[in-house]
């Protein structure tokens, strides 16, 4: 049992505060930007709600961040007020944010500069693997305080795994991110082509769901795709801030992600037509739009 | 047991001719363009090699082709020497091939003038699938027709499903080519990305392969990619053969294709590279090369 803060009670950080709670059995102090929710959640679990980061922060052994973008990140941390400020030393910084690699390796000299340790930590598995308390958790920074950290993570995750140094963690969800990009935009014009040819599709995704063409998108979203229902899942809006940090480290590092930019541009045309929470498979709307 | 012919032994016909013989137990007739084959296939497996496909067809109640592409198959079944010649009433043509669903239409028209069945019979797996007997076939043509032949089948297969009439095996096989597109070019750029932004993705892909991003060509081809291995699998040539199909049949359905052609396209460079007969994977060495 450790004291814990975390900060951000979104979506995804208000289930996974609960599971350090519940099934991590920790101490638990919590900060939102909007104080009503984080009262919420302190009546719901059992916790102490702070005014500011900093004060959240104060006591904790491991305080996590899980916010917006890089700028809502940099004001809970770096910022007057922010955790760094609160933290005591020996102390460690997880990042759950999707950020960008650079922000990471910032927060991680800003860390090391008062003798607090950090790892940055996104996740995949969306809001149901949040509630669920099973996500899958890209960690970077350095192995000693990673091997401290992991037990603690381990509340509300099903897979955690230490990918290199700080910024690691962000990288990897880059590359899970690049993925899912190209097998839902393949499985899109795949269901698209199948509709217009008049086949039957769920016959025949059960027939080649096992096989080549297989992939966890064909396996939970064809049916959904099928249907055009798009009212749930990973919002194309949050989809297009991941692929604006895939894109610009991409531009840093070299790669040509020629699909991936271009995709990125379908999802736009998405949140063209109004669907910026509409779930990711959504890119077979836009190929059925008239 | 069954008088079954076989017609066309390459890299996927001669197997499956084999499985037919010892584990289907039927007695099979071969036909292959260059005699030599066929006369190797039936010293190996035991059975009769002809001179023509009418000849090989002549007492079959189930003929099997598996050649090229629609010319090809158009040469052995509806040219004079063809197995609709030499079949007798109420046997079955089962076409193996990849080819259009226009061509099966065609071949489904001239069997029933004749008193035939036809069943399209598009396969998935390749040829480590081929080899043992576990391939998916995606079949169209009539219900009973379908019931009558799928035991026979069976005996090179995993997994066999009716999607329809006729036609509609070779369109369930287009859909399975455009979900491999995609998520092949995906898992392409994520492994480049995450290449040159340093990450060891062995590791990365250990993490993400059980969610979102999995797919059966992550688990099935990362290492080799990663390796730069391409001298096996599915040959670039057969691909390119595969989505002129697919791209074709969007052309009359009104289906929009975007990334699938623009992957085509990518499939055409690696060709330029000297790819021709490189695994799908391939695509990775068109991101890396110089």
Chains 1, 2 share one sequence.
């Not at 030393?89 to 944010?97: F, K, R, V, Y």
């Amino acid at each position: 049992m450790a004291k814990v803060a975390f900060i951000g009670l979104g979506v995804m950080g208000y289930p996974m505060a609960g599971h350090l709670k519940v099934k991590g059995g920790h101490e638990v102090a919590v900060y939102n930007r909007t104080f009503a929710k984080a009262e919420k959640w302190a009546a719901e679990f059992g916790g102490t709600a702070f005014r500011t980061p900093a004060e959240a922060a104060k006591d904790a052994d491991f305080v996590f961040t899980c916010v917006g973008n890089d700028d809502d990140l940099r004001s809970v941390t770096t910022a007057s007020d922010g955790v760094i400020e609160g933290m005591k030393p020996g102390a460690t910084l997880i990042d759950n944010t999707t950020a960008s690699a650079e922000v990471a390796r910032e927060l991680d000299a800003a860390c090391k500069a008062k003798g607090l340790h950090f790892i940055d930590a996104p996740v995949s598995g969306g809001q149901a693997g949040a509630e669920n308390g099973v996500l899958t958790v890209m960690c970077g920074g350095e192995e000693a305080a990673f091997e401290k950290a992991r037990p603690v993570i381990d509340a509300y995750a099903r897979m955690v795994g230490r990918m290199g140094e700080a910024g690691a963690g962000q990288l990897a969800k880059m590359v899970n991110q690049i993925c899912v990009a190209g097998v839902v935009q393949g499985l899109a014009e795949a269901i698209h082509f199948g509709k217009q040819a008049g086949l039957d599709m769920e016959a025949v995704i059960e027939v080649i769901s096992k096989g080549a063409a297989g992939s966890w998108q064909m396996d939970n979203r064809h049916k959904t795709m099928i249907a055009g229902k798009y009212d749930f899942g990973f919002a194309i809006d949050w989809m297009r801030k991941d692929l604006d940090i895939v894109l610009s480290e991409a531009r840093r590092n070299g790669a040509k992600l020629p699909t991936t930019a271009l995709i990125d541009q379908f999802y736009g045309d998405v949140q063209d037509m109004g669907g910026n929470r509409w779930d990711t498979s959504s890119l077979l709307a836009r190929l059925e739009r008239k």
